[in-house]
């Protein structure tokens, strides 16, 4: 079967998508897999590369799960590499616009990032009088000037900027993960409320289990994208180098993820001898819910820059597990708005530098305090973030835009 002899309910564009195990892919394949299990006709549409390892390449066209997959053909990239990230992108609007054009269907979605793809088959779907979803993961370029890491006069960032007005005027929904992105948004661009849903990301439940086998270890995980949102890594590294110096070893960092920095931490952690923290690549699912499970506590990070930009969504994995979460982030952020009205966890950046060791030894030692944060955290996750609970909201979006049709 070929994938445009359908009509389908939703056509998804998304850079990362199963068999990669990255936070998108993960979520992605849940909301389709969800849609198709509630009826829903779908067709992903990803490059034929995977995105953190451009080495592997999956076939053109399969159906996963009742979900139809047609990867475009990209070439070997590296993301890493701004240029080459830039043309991939490029080359996978390109090809996702001439896809949407031959398919029929009712709502398209897309993603920021990558760019280029939500403006390009946004202009398909106005031509076509079909709906168009834009999904805000990392609002750029604006974050990319706000790191000062571009010049906002730089010609690129001048055509992103544009085709973000284009599309936040001209989208019927555009779902934001995080409430300081919207006001951001709201402040910088022209876009209408009653076209403005806020809806977080999510995680999947997680088995019961012991929180850690070693009692004599209090495990610290972060799971994430060592790229340049998580930049202040370095201050929670720190923090470890401070608890090896005062022999404190009982606590142990697990980082697992792949990005740009990475090599700067392993650097950092090599320079120090931080015997405490130990550096690994992405997990298979099993594996890194094994790592949820014998983990104590779960470590975000943001930099101040990426505040109203980007929201962690590890941190909704992370509440699948129970557990209390340790953020450095900035205040009023997403997460930080989150940790406030459901007591979680502890946002390093509320308190001072030199009370955030007697934080983690609270955490450690008085079981009273941990325990109820761990019910919160499971609370938190049960009523606002489990899988179903969100893509309820999804489906309700995706079945109300079909109707106006």
């Known amino acids: 079967m070929h994938y445009n002899e359908n009509e389908y309910d939703l056509v998804l564009f998304t850079q990362t998508f199963y068999p990669d195990v990255d936070a998108t892919a ?8 969800f849609l198709v299990g509630k009826g829903k006709k779908v067709l992903i549409v990803t490059p034929n590369r995977s995105y953190e390892v451009p080495e592997n390449k999956y ?14 053909k990209v070439p070997k990239l590296n993301k890493n590499k701004a240029l080459q990230k830039i043309v991939l992108y490029y080359l996978f609007s390109i090809k996702a616009k001439k896809t949407l054009k031959k398919t029929n269907y009712k709502v398209a979605m897309a993603i920021l990032p990558p760019f280029f793809v939500a403006y390009n088959t946004l202009r398909v779907s106005k031509k076509k009088g079909n709906k168009f979803i834009f999904l805000l993961h990392d609002l750029h370029p604006d974050t990319l000037v706000k790191r000062k890491q571009v010049s906002p006069k730089n010609p690129v960032v001048k055509l992103l900027k544009k085709q973000n007005e284009y599309v936040f005027q001209n989208a019927d929904k555009v779902i934001f993960l995080g409430r300081d992105q919207i006001e951001y948004v709201k402040e910088n661009y022209k ?3 009653e076209k403005i849903e806020y809806i977080p990301n999510w995680g999947r439940k997680s088995l019961k289990s012991p929180s850690n086998k070693n009692i004599n270890t209090f495990k610290i995980l972060y799971a994430g994208n060592l790229g340049e949102s998580s930049k202040n890594m370095f201050d929670f590294l720190e923090i470890m180098k401070e608890l090896q110096e005062n022999k404190m070893d009982e606590f142990k960092l697990t980082i697992l993820g792949e990005g740009r ?15 405490n923290v130990e550096l690994k690549s992405f997990l298979p699912e099993d594996e890194y819910e094994e790592e949820l499970r014998n983990s104590n506590l779960f470590l ?3 930099r101040e820059e ?15 597990a129970g557990k209390p979460i340790i953020g450095i982030l900035p205040v009023e952020s997403e997460i ?3 940790i406030k009205e459901d007591n979680y966890g502890i946002n390093l950046n509320r308190i001072c530098k030199n009370e955030r060791i007697d934080a983690l030894l609270k955490l450690k030692n008085d079981h009273t305090y941990y325990s109820q944060l761990s019910e919160n955290a499971k609370k938190a996750f049960e009523n606002k973030y489990e899988k179903n609970v969100v893509l309820e909201k999804y489906y309700k979006i995706i079945t109300e835009l079909e109707a106006d049709k």
């Open 336 to 338: 930080d708005i989150s």
């Open 306 to 320: 990426s505040k109203g930009m980007s929201v962690p969504s590890k941190v909704y994995y992370y509440l699948s």
């Open 191 to 193: 876009i209408q409320n």
């Open 261 to 275: 920095n990475k090599e700067k931490y392993l650097d950092y952690i090599n320079k120090n001898g931080l015997y």
């Open 59 to 72: 076939p053109e066209f399969e159906n996963i799960n009742g979900i139809n997959v047609k990867r475009v």
């Open 26 to 33: 993960k979520l992605m394949t849940d909301l389709a897999e």
């Open 300 to 302: 975000v990070t943001l």
